[in-house]
């Protein structure tokens, strides 16, 4: 088995097609079948059914693409570490945030890490906490930024920077707001809530549950995929719900939202910086690493 086969092999589990493969790789079709025979015959296991013009994975060929497809990203990985160890200050920069880090924290600061070193180039990838595990284990991203602890035995995940939540509601709310408000009085009014997977929607459900606020109770109307899908059904009037302030703090001076103030819950909560244990970093990643460690903003 190697590189080259498994190259080959992961371009035909992701094209679904022997020809396509060929084209993306500058490859015969013949000389890309002889590959994925050759690599068949050293796993003595078939890796795709052909039907028709698709070529669909077989049990063992999903299996092993978990794995090549890591193998291809560190193979790329290193090449972009010994350029950037031979050329200072070039290369890709491959990082995930997030929604409320990659939308609000990290753009000025790449923006400042980029005037140090304009020659690199920046990549950044926005998802929820979920997808941005998933993008650092699959070998997409090498560092992520993310709104919820990540607990896996392949990653680390450190503390960087903390975020205030505040609950909001439409300027011209119908129902009657008092000045400070318990935390069970938010189960009467139309919730609107992140979807499974986010960090937003993980810390409110533990500050709720902290405040014996019974989650089954939330009469939720909307559940949604992004601060900014939520900022603005919460201005139409679609119900109440709880972001970051970041989000919300230029619709609250313009009098577009108004924040509900509610009783004995805190609604502080932690951003991590997640990283591969058995991956070392380039020294690009691991220049950004240390300036937005030393810069972030509270």
């Known amino acids: ?3 080259r086969r498994l190259e080959v092999f992961v371009k035909v589990y992701e094209q679904k097609s022997f020809s396509k493969a060929g084209q993306t790789l500058l ?9 994925i025979r050759l690599l068949e015959e050293d796993l003595q296991l078939a890796l795709f059914d052909r039907q028709g013009k698709e070529a669909l994975p ?17 193979r790329d990985e290193s090449f972009r570490a010994i350029k950037q160890f031979r050329d200072k200050g070039t290369g890709d920069l491959l990082i995930g945030g997030s929604n409320i880090p ?27 906490t979920q997808a941005i595990r998933e993008k650092l284990l699959e070998g997409v991203i090498e560092l992520g930024l993310v709104g919820a602890p990540v607990e896996h035995r392949q990653i680390t995940c450190e503390f960087w ?15 009657k707001i008092p000045k400070d408000v318990a935390p069970d009085e938010i189960l009467k009014w139309p919730f609107i809530f992140r979807e499974k997977g986010s960090g937003t929607r993980t810390a409110i459900e533990q500050a709720l549950k902290k405040s014996r606020v019974d989650l089954k109770n939330l009469n939720i109307v909307a559940e949604m995929g992004s601060n900014e899908a939520i ?33 004995k819950l805190s609604l502080l909560r932690n951003f991590y910086l997640i990283t591969l ?16 460690t030393k810069n972030i903003k509270e």
């Not at 990659?102 to 929820?128: A, H, M, N, T, V």
């Not at 920077?161 to 129902?175: L, R, V």
């Not at 603005?232 to 302030?245: C, M, N, P, T, W």
């Open 1 to 3: 088995m190697d590189f």
């Open 27 to 35: 490859l015969s079709q013949p000389t890309i079948s002889e590959h």
């Open 58 to 74: 077989t049990p063992a060929g999903r299996l092993l693409y978990q794995y090549a497809a890591q193998l291809m990203a560190l």
């Open 102 to 128: 990659g939308q609000y924290l990290l753009p000025p600061l790449l923006g400042q890490f980029k005037k140090q070193f304009p020659e690199i180039r920046i990549r950044l990838l926005i998802g929820d």
């Open 161 to 175: 920077t903390t975020d205030q939540m505040i609950c909001i509601a439409p300027s011209d709310f119908p129902y």
């Open 231 to 263: 900022r603005q059904a919460v201005k139409s009037g679609v119900g109440i719900s709880i972001l970051s302030q970041r989000a919300v703090m230029e619709d609250l001076d313009h009098g577009l939202l108004q924040e509900i103030k509610i009783k």
């Open 277 to 292: 244990k058995q991956r070392t970093l380039t020294p690009l990643t691991e220049e950004f690493k240390a300036f937005i």
